[in-house]
């Protein structure tokens, strides 16, 4: 009786403990989807967390008004960021955020500590006048920025700002913790070619070449490419048109009208692209920001200017696909900036929803992370830029004025770790990893394909083509389908052929004795009359059961 | 020969003599309702075999979850239905001898190659890989035309008209199908409205009883 009684209460004793470890299981503070094969938002595991978020407070802004600091610039410089549309990953692994709002750009290294701000411009050459929206020439203030939109940086530490309201792009090397000199400045294109009257210069990229490309978003003709003399070369990588039902409308229109008529039918021009980036191979990623749009969403250019994608990806939707109406506003998809990791995957932020989609290099959908409650962490207002180091994925927001730090969870990583050997054929390698992933979320549709390939690779035809069904990939089900059709069929190849074999034999025998009169036609008119007889019992027993059965209730 | 055949013997006589073999079935008066009401339920069943079943790289549309019988039903059964009452009465207003009863049964005779070439190739599919598609098609495209010519020779033999009139009263007939398919639409929403409208009424004074 003693020896239970301890028994019990150890027992009592385990419960609790094991009661007291449950809470211990983390929970993920948002809902997480991810696409299956059908465009399906499945729940899946969040593949980024939040891991910090910086302010201008804990840039370290407040030395910008200190006099004893090495950054003083002035009493009354705001310690805060504003507005701010556009950051940068320096080669040398240091940000430069535009702070558009006051002027200046902020320069601090991969954990946020400032290590300076430049807010003025020595050393421009050229008294310039612009046109601005109004209509009126003004001249440019020349030492100062007016609403940096756009910087780059390239790996001797030049810095190109897309000086957006001086309607110029400046290109500027540091001179002190507080100012940067400039080397050249690019205006607006004295060129027929350049129609508009005015240079809103938003984003700028430079290519290993110093070739400048710089983006306006009233020219739809591609990106406007500056020599490294600051002499227009031309245009690059426009989007096409999207053929819309009323664009073939007008087509057709237009060869039946007059030309008064064609004159005043609107034009179908292409849609000029919002934001792009540089990977380390020299390829120009470009996203457009128009609501859901399909045609060129996403581009990847060579120096041509010409979408390799095009030939390369798996897949061409990006974002999400639906668009949703709350209290009379439709939010759609609007791709605002894209970052490309080291790695080659693909990060794309939507402005709407304040989502981050991430892509492998052929374009496969991986993880979506980031929503647009900006109340909480990981949630953002105005994401206005997005940039990627090794990992981590970081993502600008102009309203509450602050930078967000996502880091890879464990499925994450699993996830990356799995696409990198499935991208380079390793599908076996692969295997495991997809396991892990397909343990945490079943429906993840990557992890079914990698699955499917792996199986394929070591002779599972089975199932490989089990894997395919659920991926709903027919090409790599037919791949799997050939190779275990043609395995039974080397496997039972003598049986086949003795059955074959036998029925021929069968056939002639048969033939032989009905010529024969050995078998009267009664015969197989008795045989076939039984067997139907045979089977209108069993019909009617069924259907006898199943109206007792149907009584009995 | 001796035309004594049982019913469905006639079947499989008028696929295998195209020419002569409506001809005969006219001249012997055979053809059984029956039969055809049978031969279009089989139409439906084959439809639906080879939109629901099939092997997974030929019809990965099987393999989703949604299915609906509807546009199979419109697709078999209605278009029969209305081929046989717009042929008729095309073919009453150009002079052509046959009654309904006799062309609703020359028509499902014709499907029954259609039927046999839709039903084996979507079984065929299960063992077929997508580089073997060439037989998948060749079957379906055999049983197809071969209904198609079948159901020249049925209209020619069922109306006794020359080759150009069969054509331009087949032509006719599908335009005329088009037609009363929109018909039945326009009449379908119309009823909805008018169903909707008494529907609002019973409704409305419904709440004028309670309060």
């Known amino acids: 009786m003693k020896f239970r009684k301890i028994l019990s209460v150890l027992l009592v004793a385990l419960m609790a403990v094991s009661v007291m470890i449950v809470p211990a299981l983390a929970v993920d503070p948002y809902t997480t989807y991810s696409y299956d094969a059908w465009d399906n938002a499945l729940p899946s595991q969040a593949g980024y967390e939040v891991i910090n978020t910086v302010n201008g407070d804990d840039i370290g802004l407040w030395q910008l008004s200190d006099p004893t600091s090495e950054f003083y610039i002035s009493e009354n410089e705001p310690s805060t960021l504003s507005d701010s549309k556009d950051f940068f990953l320096s080669p040398n692994k240091e940000f430069y955020i535009a702070d558009t709002g006051n002027n200046r750009i902020v320069k601090t290294d991969l954990d946020f500590n400032l290590l300076a701000c430049y807010k003025y411009f020595p050393g421009s050459t050229s008294k310039h006048t612009v046109v601005d929206e109004s209509g009126n020439e003004i001249e440019v203030d020349a030492d100062e920025l007016k609403s940096p939109y756009g910087v780059f940086v390239d790996e001797d530490d030049v810095i190109y700002i897309a000086d957006r309201d001086n309607q110029r792009v400046v290109k500027c090397v540091e001179e002190t913790k507080t100012s940067a000199r400039i080397l050249n400045e690019y205006y607006r294109p004295e060129t027929p070619l350049y129609e508009s009257v005015s240079f809103y210069c938003t984003k700028v990229v430079v290519d290993a070449a110093k070739n400048v490309y710089v983006i306006c978003p009233a020219v739809n003709k591609g990106a406007i490419m500056f020599s490294d003399s600051g002499s227009f070369v031309g245009y690059y990588g426009a989007n096409r048109v999207e053929v819309t039902a009323e664009v073939i409308r007008n087509k057709l229109w237009r060869k039946i009208a007059s030309e008064q008529q064609i004159a005043s039918l609107t034009k179908s021009t292409p849609v000029e692209y919002a934001n792009f980036d540089i990977d380390k191979e020299g390829f120009i990623y470009t996203v457009t920001e128009v609501a859901n749009a399909s045609t060129d969403a996403v581009k990847k250019m060579n120096p041509a200017g010409y979408n390799i994608l095009e030939r390369t990806a798996d897949n061409n939707e990006f974002g999400d696909q639906v668009s949703a109406t709350y209290n009379g506003t439709t939010y759609a998809t609007r791709l605002t900036d894209i970052a490309v990791s080291d790695d080659g995957f693909i990060n794309i932020l939507d402005y709407t929803t304040g989502r981050v989609f991430q892509y492998d290099e052929r374009c496969n959908l991986l993880l979506i992370f980031g929503f647009d409650q900006e109340e909480q962490r990981g949630g953002f207002n105005n994401p206005n830029a997005l940039e990627t180091y090794g990992n981590n994925v970081y993502v600008l927001d102009g309203r509450n004025n602050d930078i967000t730090t996502f880091g890879l969870t464990e499925f994450g990583q699993y996830v990356h770790d799995a696409i990198q050997l499935h991208n380079r054929g390793f599908y076996e390698e692969a295997y495991d990893l997809w396991q892990e992933v397909l343990k945490r979320d079943g429906g993840y549709y990557m992890a079914l394909v990698g699955t499917a390939k792996a199986l394929y690779n070591q002779d599972d035809y089975e199932g490989a083509m089990k894997y395919s069904k659920l991926s709903f990939y027919a090409d790599e089900y037919d791949k799997a389908f050939e190779a275990s059709r043609q395995e039974t069929l080397r496997d039972n190849f003598t049986l086949y052929v003795i059955i074959i074999f036998l029925l021929v034999i069968l056939y002639f025998v048969v033939k032989y004795l009905q010529k024969k009169g050995k078998i009267p036609k009664k015969l197989i008119a008795t045989a076939c009359g039984k067997v139907v007889d045979a089977c209108k019992n069993a019909a009617v027993s069924v259907v006898d059961k199943i109206k007792k059965g149907g009584k009995g209730k | ?211």
């Not at chain 2, 003599?17 to 039969?35: C, N, Q, V, Y």
């Not at chain 2, 062309?103 to 029954?112: K, N």
Request: overall charge neutral.
């Open chain 2, 1 to 211: 020969m001796i035309y004594d055949m049982k019913p469905w013997q006639w079947v499989t006589h008028v696929i295998f003599h195209p020419t002569e073999g409506f001809e005969d079935m006219r001249w012997k008066k055979a053809g059984s309702l029956k039969i055809s009401f049978f031969i279009v339920f089989l139409l439906f069943a084959s439809q639906v075999f080879s939109t629901r079943y099939g092997g997974f790289a030929y019809n990965t549309r099987a393999y989703s979850d949604v299915f609906n019988i509807m546009p199979i039903l419109v697709q078999s059964v209605a278009y029969y239905g209305t081929w046989v009452v717009s042929n008729w009465s095309i073919c009453t207003l150009f002079d052509g001898e046959g009654n309904m009863r006799r062309v609703a049964i020359y028509t499902a005779y014709s499907l029954v190659p259609f039927i046999i070439g839709n039903t084996l190739s979507t079984a065929l599919s299960y063992f077929l890989t997508l580089d073997e598609s060439i037989w998948y098609n060749a079957i379906s495209m055999i049983g197809l035309w071969w209904s198609v010519i079948l159901m020249v020779f049925a209209m020619k033999a069922c109306h006794q008209y020359s080759f150009t009139m069969t054509f331009v009263s087949m032509i006719s007939t599908v335009a005329g199908m088009v037609l009363i398919l929109c018909l039945l639409a326009l009449i379908m929403s119309l009823f909805q409205q008018v169903y909707v409208f008494f529907a609002t009424i019973y409704t409305e004074i419904l709440y004028r009883f309670r309060s």
